[in-house]
């Protein structure tokens, strides 16, 4: 089971991204996927998970209103659509698969996803 995510750069203070996540070797319709984030000195932070029925969709205080997940079965791909980014977004942001709910997926740790993909470096600077 792998992820890989995709989509990060250098964007300036109020600017947009979209991250993507896309699946290989298994299907992501039954996952629910999560995005977290890390920056250098400071603790992983779970960001926005989207569950895998009904696509109902969960997110930290710190991105709400400014980040949106969606899901693309048919493409096997994850978004995180992020705007009027912030220079406290700079992160290298993963994304994670797992069989369970959102709200447990915000509390889990890397070894413990069924799959746990490599980063791609968000930075947010003028």
């Known amino acids: 089971l792998q992820l890989q995510a995709s989509g990060g750069g250098l964007v300036q203070p109020g600017g947009s991204l979209r991250l993507s996540c896309a699946a290989s070797?298994?299907?992501?319709?039954?996952?629910?996927i999560g995005w977290f984030r890390q920056a250098p000195g400071k603790e992983r932070e779970w960001v926005s998970c989207?569950?895998?029925?009904?696509?109902?969709?969960f997110y930290a205080d710190s991105v709400k209103g400014r980040f949106t997940i969606s899901r693309d079965n048919a493409k096997n791909t994850v978004y995180l659509q992020m705007n009027s980014l912030k220079p406290e977004d700079t992160a290298v942001y993963y994304c994670a698969a797992d069989l369970g709910s959102c709200p447990f997926i915000a509390t889990m740790t890397p070894p413990d996803f069924a799959s746990w993909g490599q980063g791609t470096q968000v930075t947010v600077s003028s």
């Open positions: 070797g298994f299907t992501l319709d039954y996952y629910a």
């Open positions: 989207i569950s895998s029925s009904f696509a109902n969709t």
